[in-house]
């Protein structure tokens, strides 16, 4: 069975700095990978998908890698801003549905 | 304007009652996906559809029913065998293709009084 672990559960970090989430993941036969979004009370924004196949994607501030062989992913923000404070999420894809991790929530002080 | 829109965005029940949630997608998207979220914890599958008049349970499916009679609509009813309803739910839907990437609703907060 999948599990994901994001560690830290919380992070606070000045405006401007630059900073990385942690996704462990226990069962590499994986389909895809997510990184999520979530403003309190809201839903989800999907941020980056990382294909099983790829290394990495990039949105503008944001780069997320996959390593499958250590389970891994990592997700980088640069020069973070107040704005960017949020709970992350990551979930791993298999061919049917998504196992999400229970997140890390960022705060960026101005 | 395409998208996911989940109704309402709140809901209060009393116990012994059933209540649905309603989720509609104009993406044009294969499969969709009900989720809760409780405090602390990550998202739980509670049901998913892949076709229309097709779905199978998710890792918490007792005390909830889904149907899929059209393409664009994923009803949830928590029944009142549900122990613990109160909690955020969330709706998503996916295309099949290469990606497989899930969008997701604005989301329905459930409590129960």
């Known amino acids: 069975k999948q599990e994901v672990t994001q560690i830290p559960a919380a992070l606070s970090v000045p405006e401007g700095e630059n900073l990385v989430l942690n996704c462990s993941f226990t069962d590499s036969a994986i389909y895809n990978l997510q990184w999520f979004r979530q403003d309190p009370g809201k839903g989800l924004t999907s941020l980056l998908l990382?294909?099983?196949?790829?290394r990495e994607q990039t949105s503008g501030r944001l780069n997320a890698s996959l390593d499958k062989s250590s389970g891994r992913s990592t997700l980088y923000i640069a020069a973070s801003q107040p704005g960017d404070s949020a709970t992350y999420l990551c979930?791993?894809?298999?061919?049917?549905?998504?196992?999400f991790g229970k997140g890390t929530k960022l705060t960026v002080n101005p | 304007d395409g998208g996911i829109t989940q109704s309402p965005k709140y809901l209060f029940r009393k116990e012994g009652q059933n209540v649905t949630l309603s989720c509609e997608q104009n993406l044009n998207h294969d499969a969709m996906y009900w989720y809760r979220q409780d405090p602390g914890q990550g998202l739980r599958l509670i049901y998913y559809?892949?076709?229309?008049?097709?779905?199978q349970k998710g890792d918490i499916a007792e005390g909830y029913s889904v149907s899929r009679e059209k393409k664009e609509s994923f009803p949830l009813t928590v029944t009142s065998a549900q122990k613990n309803p109160t909690a955020f739910y969330l709706c998503?839907?996916?295309?099949?293709?290469?990606?497989?990437?899930?969008?997701f609703g604005p989301g329905t907060r459930l409590t129960v009084l």
């Open positions: 998503a839907s996916s295309i099949f293709n290469s990606r497989n990437e899930q969008f």
């Open positions: 979930a791993l894809g298999g061919s049917e549905k998504l196992v």
């Open positions: 990382i294909q099983s196949s790829q």
């Open positions: 559809s892949q076709i229309v008049n097709d779905f």
